[in-house]
Nanobody, 126 residues
Framework: LQLEESGGGWVQPGGSLRLSCKLS????????IVWFRQAPGKAREAVAC????????AEADFVRGRFTTTMAEAENKVYLQLNALQPEDTAVYYC????????????????????WGEGTLVTVSS
């Protein structure tokens, strides 16, 4: 399984971006996809997740109400919608996959994941 993120870039505070995570060599069936981010000098942290079966989504407390993740099975993609972005959201954003239903408000850990993308950089500044 390979994952490829896209959609990162520069945006002003208050702006929006939509990130994509495309799967190849596998499908979303029975998967959990987790979006992580890592800012310079900081640990990698989960921001949102979605599980296929049972279907569930969750967001970290610090992004709830601003970030939303959705599965698009027909496209074999997962999207992360980033709204009301702030400079502290600047980071490399990664998608990761595991074939186990582990999406919950407790948020999966990086060590729970088996497959990773290369990441896409999101920069929020004026």
């Amino acid at each position: 399984l390979q994952l490829e993120e896209s959609g990162g870039g520069w945006v002003q505070p208050g702006g929006s971006l939509r990130l994509s995570c495309k799967l190849s060599g596998g499908t979303l069936e029975y998967s959990t996809i987790v979006w992580f981010r890592q800012a310079p000098g900081k640990a990698r942290e989960a921001v949102a997740c979605v599980s296929d079966f049972p279907r569930n989504t969750a967001e970290a407390d610090f992004v709830r109400g601003r970030f939303t993740t959705t599965m698009a099975e027909a496209e074999n993609k997962v999207y992360l919608q980033l709204n009301a972005l702030q400079p502290e959201d600047t980071a490399v954003y990664y998608c990761a996959a595991v074939y186990f239903p582990i999406c919950s408000t407790a948020m999966p850990l990086p060590t729970d994941m088996k497959y990773w993308g290369e990441g896409t950089l999101v920069t929020v500044s004026s």
